[in-house]
Each structure stands twice: as C-alpha cells, then as structure tokens.
C-alpha cells in the first residue's frame, strides 16, 4: 500500500512539473502555478503582458523550483475593478502574496515596470527574498511630457487601442522573435478587447511611483539587471543597465539581441544565469 501511495505521490509530482495549475486566481490576481521542490521564483509580466508569456521559462525551470506566475491587476485573468493601477500597486500584490503564502528564499523576476515592484518589496521584506531578476528595467520616476501623457491615452483608447498595442508589443522584439509570438500577441490582442483592460493599461503607463523608485536607492538584496541590448524602450539600453547598475552596485547580464523581453526570446540563458544563482547560495 505504502508503495503505490509512493508511485501515485511520485507521478502526480511529475505531472505537476509539466502541467501548470490553470485558472486560478489569488488577490484578484489571474494565477498560474508550475513545478516541484522547495524553491520559490514568482514571475510578474510587464504592462499589457499575460503571465502565460513566462511559460518556456518556468517550464525550464519546472524540475528545479515551484514556479508562481501572476497577472497584473486589470490584466489576464485578473479583475478589472481595482482602484488604482501602477508598480506600487503591484508591489503591494506581490508582497502580499509572498506573505500569506508564507514564501522563503524566494526570486523574483520582473519585467520593465515591475522591475520596479520587486525592488520595492525586496526593501520591504528582506528577509524572504533571494534575489531579484530585474529584465528590461524601467525602475525611476520619470514625468512624461504632456504630448507624450496625450499619444497614450490616444493610442491605447477606443476600439483601436487593443490592435495599437498589439503592435507595439511586437515591436519590442526587433532581433529575435519568439516562435509563438504572432500567437501570444494575438491572446494579448483578444484580452484587451475585454471591458476595461485598457483602462487598466493606460492607468499603469501613466501612474508614477514614487516609493518603487526610492527603494532602487535603498536596495541590498542580491539583483541582477537582465537586459537586452536591442531593447528599443531605452535610447542606449547597455548605458542604462551600466548606469542602475553602478547605483545599486548590482550583477549585469546583457543579453546580445534581445528585445524588452529577453526573459522570453533567450529564456535558457536566463535559466543558466537563476541556476549559478541558486549553486552560490
């Protein structure tokens, strides 16, 4: 008997590795969980993205670590009744998650704006979090001029506003383009037709945070600023990951031809850099 428990035990594991728990939600939040053992990453996509863009990385990664992926509030499976919208907001979320998950040694990965939320919150509690992976970062406060404040909510509004972004979204795979990206962007296009996505959009390109990008000045947990050296978000995308990097005295991965996602189109090499993390601790 206590046999077959152990072989029913074993293959549910490995099914489990595989096969990430659908449609499920926590705080509001759309959910996604993949993988076995002891170590925790918990995955934030960036603005407009859905938390399944993270599934070749966790999927590499599922053997080794239980995966946690999330939506960003107004996105994905998430709600769209929420407040406010914004990497505070969403350092809120996640820390919270952690918390009532009672998570230990934890990585986080972010993408450009919760970049943001997970310096935040590894200022907050220390304690529980590893290291913290910061892709394609856009982690200060910077005040958008008025023209561009205008284009966005031009762009991203009215019936348009889901196929604008759409393209957008591809754009920032200049170089290497993942083999289901006409796909994912297709899901991303279709979610953002649903009522008040958008909204929630718009609300987090606009929304500042303050307390996010005082924390980038406070930051000691161990980081890695992950970035792509064709990212056309940044002017000069290598300056800008050597210039956080020389504030916050961080690790730096660039990553040659790779857009604002290189979590995505070089999901293995990110995979090698988490593991050398995980031998040195």
């Not at 993408?111 to 970062?137: K, W």
């Not at 792509?228 to 991965?253: C, M």
Request: aromatic share 12%; proline share 4%; charged share 25%.
């Amino acid at each position: 008997m206590n046999r077959f428990l152990f072989s029913i035990s074993f293959f549910a594991l490995v099914f489990l590795a595989k096969n990430p728990v659908f449609g499920e939600t926590v705080l509001g939040l759309g959910y996604k969980k993949i993988g076995v053992g002891t170590r925790n990453i918990v995955m934030l996509p960036g603005i407009g993205d859905l938390k399944e863009n993270y599934l070749d990385l966790a999927t590499e990664l599922s053997q080794e670590a239980q995966i946690h992926l999330l939506d960003l509030r107004g996105t994905g499976e998430s709600r769209t009744d929420f407040a406010s919208y914004g990497a505070d907001e969403t350092a809120n979320d996640l820390e919270a998650f952690i918390v009532q998950n009672d998570l230990r040694n934890v990585i986080i990965v972010g993408n450009s704006m919760t970049c943001a939320s997970a310096i935040l919150v590894a200022t907050r509690i220390p304690e529980r979090i590893q290291h913290i992976f910061l892709t394609g970062p856009f982690v200060e406060d910077k005040e958008l001029s008025w023209g561009l404040k205008w284009g966005i909510k031009a762009m991203f509004n009215g019936p348009w506003g889901a196929w604008m972004f759409q393209n957008y979204y591809m754009s920032l795979y200049p170089v290497t383009k993942p083999k289901d990206l006409e796909t994912h962007a297709s899901r991303i296009y279709e979610n953002l037709k649903e009522k008040d996505r958008l909204t929630a959009v718009r609300s987090m390109f606009l929304a500042s945070k303050p307390k996010s990008a005082e924390a980038l000045f406070k930051l000691k947990v161990p980081h890695t600023f992950v970035m792509g050296d064709k990212d056309p978000d940044f002017d000069d995308p290598v300056s800008e990951a050597k210039r956080l990097q020389k504030i916050t005295n961080g690790d730096l991965e660039i990553f040659e031809g790779s857009g604002h996602y290189p979590y995505k189109d070089n999901f293995k090499r990110l995979a090698q850099v988490i593991r050398r993390q995980w031998e040195k601790n």
